[in-house]
Structure formats: C-alpha cells, structure tokens
Nanobody, 120 residues
Framework: QVQLVESGGGLVQPGRSLTLSCVAS????????MGWFRQVSGKEREFVAA???????TYFADSVQGRFSISRDYQNSVYLEMSSLKAEDTAVYYC??????????????WGQGTQVTVSS
C-alpha cells in the first residue's frame, strides 16, 4: 500500500518559520509530482504549493506567495518551508503525490495530515 507520511507540524509563534516533511512509502517517486494542501475545520481543503516530478515548475497559492517554498529530493520526499507565519496559516497540512499533474485537486495519493498551529 502506498502511503504518505507528514511530519514537522506543531505550535509556532507568528512570524517564525517551520518546515514540513512528507515521505512516501515507496523506494522512488521519481516520476510523481508532489505538493501540499491545507484545511481549516469547517472549510474546504485549499491548495498551498506544488512541485513537478523533476523539481519544476512550482506553484503557490496567493496567500503564501513569497513566504512558503517547496522542494523535493526527486525520489519520495517533499518539503514545505514556511516563513513569516501568520495565524491564518493555522490548518491541517496534507501532502500529496500525483503521477500526472503537479497542481491538482484530485491527487493519486494523500497523506494523513499534520497540524500546524500559529499562535502566540
């Protein structure tokens, strides 16, 4: 069974940085695009960032542009570096992998999510 496991979430103060990691339970995800969504309770899951199978192109939601960056190891891991965090960034963050499209609403695989809480 293919699984994605996120880590790195937690409580962080506004203005600080946090990096999330996601590792797939496969030897290689070389040809898979990967990315991140986030979801606040009671709201729809929203796109955050994505990266192509070879590290390009990258995509970012307007709400995180200039503050977040995405990277990968081209095999089975993707990272989300979050800076200048705001309270409105508080959400459960889900990573995904898709073999066809970097920016997609219906990925092939979802992680279980990791909670990020931005609060003083």
């Amino acid at each position: 069974q293919v699984q994605l496991v996120e880590s790195g979430g937690g409580l962080v103060q506004p203005g600080r940085s946090l990096t999330l990691s996601c590792v797939a339970s496969e030897r290689t995800f070389l040809n898979y695009a990967m990315g991140w969504f986030r979801q606040v309770s009671g709201k729809e899951r929203e796109f955050v960032a994505a990266i192509g199978w070879n590290g390009a192109p990258t995509y970012f939601a307007d709400s995180v542009q200039g503050r977040f960056s995405i990277s990968r190891d081209y095999q089975n891991s993707v990272y989300l570096e979050m800076s200048s965090l705001k309270a409105e960034d508080t959400a459960v963050y889900y990573c995904y992998a898709d073999r066809r499209t970097a920016k997609t609403t219906t990925p092939d695989y979802w992680g279980q999510g990791t909670q990020v809480t931005v609060s003083s």
